[in-house]
């Protein structure tokens, strides 16, 4: 069936150090949105991304989707301890509008 | 504008025992997803709502679990019986349309089967 993967499962950086986490679907997709679960909190829409190469940029949020609209990262420049969390791609099932698959998320812990 | 409202936020039980968990969509959402969230896993989605109908349940395990949304708005996640593998954050999420919205998530319930 569809799958959504994330890379890495977990990352810990340095205060300041930059962060990216790779998304990519078994399937094209008509569309991505990224969440964000802080430790014990629920997923927080972040962004949603639709067309082919679509680049778009939340302060120092970089996120990209993919020409073939399989695969998309999320880059964090100068990661700060607010960063903390676990970062999730998901995108929806075949046609099923509203039915969302979620990769397994990145978890991101800062050290100051 | 209030959130998504879930009670209870944490459950212990005994396996074979039932529970039931709460949801109150934002107001005028028309669709509602029920999601088990196993530690270390993203969100699976268990079954999805437009309005009062199903939409979407193919993920649920009907043997024990069950769902309903009367009237269209609050919506009830029941397990009977609990097995030990459910324990997970049982989370509740709504979004304004169907297909492909923005879905805004409750803050979950914790259930811990012992």
């Known amino acids: 069936g569809q799958q959504v993967m994330q890379i890495p499962q977990y990352q810990h950086v340095q205060e300041g150090e930059d962060f990216t986490t790779y998304c990519n679907s078994s399937t094209t997709l008509s569309n991505i949105q990224w969440y964000k679960q802080r430790p014990g909190g629920h997923p927080v829409f972040l962004i949603q991304l639709v067309k082919s190469g679509e680049v778009k940029k939340q302060k120092r949020l970089t996120f990209q989707f993919g020409e073939a609209k399989k695969n998309s990262s999320l880059h964090i420049t100068a990661t700060q301890t607010t960063d903390v969390g676990t970062y999730f791609c998901a995108g929806p099932k075949g046609n099923q509008g509203g039915k969302l698959i979620f990769g397994q998320g990145t978890e991101l812990s800062v050290k100051p | 504008e209030a959130g998504v409202a879930q009670s209870p936020r944490y459950k212990i039980i005994e396996k074979r025992q039932s529970v039931a968990f709460w949801c109150n969509p934002i107001?005028?959402?028309?669709?509602l997803y029920w999601y088990q969230q196993i530690l270390g896993q993203g969100p699976k989605l268990l079954i999805q709502f437009q309005n009062n109908g199903v939409v979407d349940d193919s993920q649920l395990p009907k043997d024990r679990f069950s769902a309903e949304r009367l009237k269209g708005v609050d919506s009830t996640l029941k397990i009977q019986p609990a097995k030990l593998e459910d324990s997970a954050v049982y989370l509740c999420?709504?979004?304004?349309?169907?297909?492909?919205?923005?879905?805004?998530f409750g803050p979950g319930t914790r259930l811990t089967v012992l």
């Open positions: 999420a709504s979004s304004l349309r169907i297909g492909g919205d923005t879905q805004y």
């Open positions: 107001s005028g959402h028309a669709t």
